[in-house]
């Protein structure tokens, strides 16, 4: 293959490439930061689809079923591609990807921004969807590469800035959409530009390291001497992880959708008191997200996964007979332990199948993405059925499948460390 041959030599003789060990030993803050800030910068993008709901409905005089529609195909192409995309980087990597996809998003916030039919919502969404797409698997595979093996610690730094933009999203969009209107959204396509540059510059970091994994294999020792559990076993430590994606998701739906709506039926607060309840949850799961990876790198992922979904159990239980001030304490524990959850589950599962790290980024935060969906609707339902408080009490008990953690192969890494 003549391409092999020559990107070695061009790895080996061009002076403007790094070299091997610059590009492909210790960690790379620079990249890690890029990284999470674009993923600050995408997160920001696709919040502003449910933020600007309310104003699309009135405008446009929208059914909640038109509504449910534009979740639908957002979180179709948000989630269900990831994996096929991740899947596809694997057998070939393209650094360039990751900028390519931001275009997707631009193309979608400009046209959300000038759109009046649901036909054309519905296209806007499905663009901004297949964006994130393409962002998560392959951001989160050069996250790992860019780890210098601390790949838990990677991880929950590109995770926090997710969270960033997920909660900095709903404000702007509150300041600048809302009194300005729907074609204001068009200002954030400076968002996805600014994304464009900064992923561009990812990309060419990218393409050097797998010239400098062909010359001088780098990267493959990080995963190659590591002796795997069977495929049985790696199938179903994937299904027991799902499961684990699954009732973290569910019960940070409970929260993150309706914990005003609780504070307000339960104790009569005000909107503004509840709304100060809900930013001190989120900035608790902001801190649990960016502690998760780092513990896991030194004591080990799998005591990480138990404690974060198992751990949380004795805070869910008393938390819906808790009063007004123990409620909104016990929110921050139950904050910070369960989002320490998924950057170990990550990185767990990219150890489980190390020649798949596309595949796996794709599979769990589509996954991820889905339940967050799916539980927001369902336990929508069921307070409809019942009523909040008893969405609490039926909640409270989902990290009980943290139990299943127990069931997860143990995985000793062999890594080199500088």
């Known amino acids: ?82 994996p096929l995309i991740g899947l596809s980087t694997d057998r070939k990597p393209r650094p360039y990807s990751l900028a390519t996809g931001m275009v997707f998003t631009l193309v979608g916030l400009i046209l959300l921004s000038m759109a009046h039919h649901f036909v054309l919502i519905l296209i806007a969404a499905a663009l901004v969807g297949i964006g994130s797409s393409v962002f998560h698997p392959e951001a989160s595979r050069v996250a790992r590469m860019a780890s210098g093996g601390r790949h838990g610690f990677a991880q929950s730094l590109f995770q926090v800035g997710g969270n960033a933009g997920s909660a900095i999203g709903p404000l702007l969009a509150a300041f600048i959409v809302v009194p ?56 179903s430590a994937i299904v027991i992880l799902l499961l684990l994606i699954f009732s973290k998701y569910f019960y940070l739906a409970s929260l993150s959708s309706y914990y005003t709506f ?52 004795p805070f869910t239980l008393v938390l819906p007979y808790a009063n007004l001030f123990w409620t909104g304490v016990l929110t921050v524990p139950i904050g910070v332990i369960l989002a320490s959850a998924f950057s170990a589950i990550m990185v767990y599962a990219q150890e489980l199948m190390p020649s798949r790290v596309g595949l796996v980024a794709g599979l769990f935060f589509g996954f991820a993405f889905g339940m967050g969906g799916l539980g927001a609707a369902v336990l929508g339902w069921l307070a409809d059925k019942t009523n909040i408080q008893f969405v609490y009490r039926v909640c409270s008990f989902l990290p009980l499948v943290g139990l299943l953690a127990g069931f997860l192969p143990n995985l000793e890494k062999k890594r080199a460390h500088a």
């Open 1 to 82: 293959m003549a391409t092999s041959s020559n990107s070695g030599a061009v790895a080996e003789t061009e002076p403007s490439r790094q070299p091997a060990t610059a590009v492909g030993e210790g960690t790379v803050f620079a990249v890690l930061a890029a990284l999470s800030v674009s993923h600050m910068l995408n997160d920001i993008m696709q919040s502003l689809i449910p933020a600007v709901y309310p104003l699309l409905k009135e405008q446009y005089h929208l059914t909640f079923t038109q509504v449910g529609l534009i979740t639908f195909t957002f979180q179709l192409t948000a989630s269900l591609l990831q």
């Open 262 to 313: 609780y504070l307000i039926d339960r104790f009569g607060v005000s909107i503004p008191t509840a709304q100060i309840y809900l930013f001190i949850f989120l900035g608790s799961v902001a801190a649990g997200t960016i502690a998760g990876g780092p513990v896991g790198d030194r004591i080990g992922f799998k005591a990480v996964i138990w404690v974060s979904i198992l751990g949380v159990l």
């Open 180 to 235: 300005w209107g729907q074609a204001s959204i068009a200002c954030f396509s400076i968002a996805a530009v600014v994304a464009m540059v900064v992923l561009f510059a990812v990309g060419r970091w990218y393409e050097a390291y797998l010239h400098a994994r062909k010359s001088g294999r780098l990267s493959a020792a990080h995963d190659s001497h590591r002796t795997g559990p069977s495929r049985a076993r790696v199938i």
